[in-house]
């Protein structure tokens, strides 16, 4: 009976929408198998592992993905071009990229949530029997004596199109996109912070595989002597020439000395591997690095106010709980929203061909108010929820900052530390070369052994490795130092910039922090080069000598640079400066332009009103300065302390748009 009811409903729709096919025409029997067929190989539905081969299929084919698009090594491998190559090629950092794509993605969705929903729907009906009514009198309550009518037709086709506006969806969507935003914002500030963790990690394992290219034949050569060494031992302490004693102490001496360099060794040899790791080289590649030459570290001058300033306002952790302070705030006005009266509005056109109908084509309009009376008793409880958590997010705000000025006072102090373990390494390093080398002419002149030799040669390997290791934790003390206060090498989407022009911005912002650490800097030198949490698509790329010139159009504020014009040579420069000095003028940045050029920045403002005081400032100091944008800030609501303290120069080559 089913099998010949679907069997007719189809032979209708046929009939009613292709005249042509004739009535007879019988799909039943096929439909039945179609539906008995889907109907058993849905419940022999059952797990199916990936095969061995699809396993490798797969991994053979995200290798080729992941190394496919990164060009080799062709020379050796500085420590610019190794936080180069990580930042644009670790897999680890693609993901945190990715995450800000899907961010900017969820945000360009949530827009259009906003949006009334326009319905469209179009229908087929069918019945196997009229739609026979019967009448009952409204006076006496009896069956009317006329005989039944048909109301409907057996089969017809319906359309609609409909246009419903809900105020509470609109509300809660538009804080939902907002939300969106600030979540955007988010992921650029972990994108920030791991960027800061890439390249400490990177600064830190390329002087440990530096020490491993420098040391590791040595320590092989060596490894190897004092194993034949100990087998001549044995031999002469088995014929005995010497004393047991004696013999069984040289033996437990070269021993130790064996156990430390096969340490030494081992531990170089996995610097190499991590390293190939990082940039996203072959694992187990020999990489050649370039040791830059007289690498000296520089003391930290930079004081501790400005430090603690610079952290408060750029630090990428804190910035993220800036932002969720206002994703809570918002999540608390969506839950007001939903306490108010449902109002909806609906508009639509509608289609029908029953014959019986008079008018087979209607609009109709509506609204509808609803309120759902139960939320008189649950919003107390729903406010309190939506303001704990904006308390809670206000804590760990607080919270966070109190931790970050512990972390920025730490990580000074652990700069310093570094500091002068390298130093005393260096100095322990050259008396032990020079106890090597001492060891080598006794033997030589027969005044001492070769144990002796040997001994001093670990030593000396030993002081050099830890040389190179002090140098390594001066390297991630100082990108600990530069993470806590929100400085990183401003760069825009790493896929539109080649590999050179990347190389050449983190050589000129790892100069440009040793410039600021270095001894006689004024306390406004340091720059902050926290990037605007944006879609790396919208990035704007500007010449290198040059401030950003574009401004990003926000709903927040815009900065202007102050600055001189391009001056000629660098005593021109001097002159600026001069003058500055002798005027009482602070917080200004010489910058060193292509083919000599010099052009001091003056401060970067918030508003015109304090920039054009500052130009005013400088007019009467006589010197000619001019005001450029820079940059869009992303916090919304600004004190006239706040705009009237100057920022630090804004010579960055690269922005990022913010969303």
Known sequence: MEAWLAEEAVNTLCTHLWPCRRRHFRLGPLLAAAAIAATLGGCATAPKPLSPDELDRINLADRTTARGDIPPLTAPLTLEEAIARALKYNTQHRIRILEQALALGQLDASRFDVLPKLLANAGYTWRDEENIREAIDSVTGQPSLANPYISSERSRVTAD????WNLLDFGASYYTAQQNADRLLVAGERRRKAMHTLIQEVRTVYWRAVAAQQLGHLVKATIKEAEQALSFSRKIAEERVRSPGEALRYQRNLLENLRLLENVDRELSAARIELADLIGAPIGSQILLAEPPAAQPVPLELPVERMEELAL?????????????????????????????????????????????????????????????FNLLSAPSRMKVAEMGVKLAEARR??????????????RHQYEDAMRQWQRAEAIYDVDRRLSDLALSREKTQTAGNLDRIAANVTAILSSVRRYHAMAKVQEAASRVQASLGVEPRIGALDDIELPELKEQIQHF?????????????????????EAPANSESSSASPPDEPVQHIIKTSARVELSVMTPVLDDEAAAQAVIAKLSKAGLSDFY????????????????YSKFFANKRLRELEAADIDAVTQPSRASGDSAISPETASRPLPPAFLSRSEGQA
């Open 398 to 411: 607080m919270a966070l900052q109190m931790a970050l000025l512990t972390k920025v006072h730490l990580a």
């Open 590 to 605: 010489l910058h060193k332009m292509p083919g000599g050029k010099r052009r001091v920045y003056l401060g970067t403002y």
């Open 313 to 373: 306002s750029q630090n990428a952790e804190l910035r993220e709980e800036f932002y969720n302070v206002r994703i809570a705030t918002l999540e608390t006005r969506k839950a007001l929203m939903k306490l108010l009266p449902g109002i909806s509005f609906d508009y639509g056109i509608n289609y029908d061909d029953d014959k019986y109908l008079i008018n087979q084509k209607w609009q109709d309009a509506g609204l509808t108010v609803s309120y759902n009376l």
């Open 161 to 164: 199109i409909g246009l419903t």
């Open 510 to 530: 790892l100069e440009r922090w040793a410039n600021t650490a270095a001894p006689g800097q004024p306390p406004g030198a340091v720059q902050s080069e926290a």
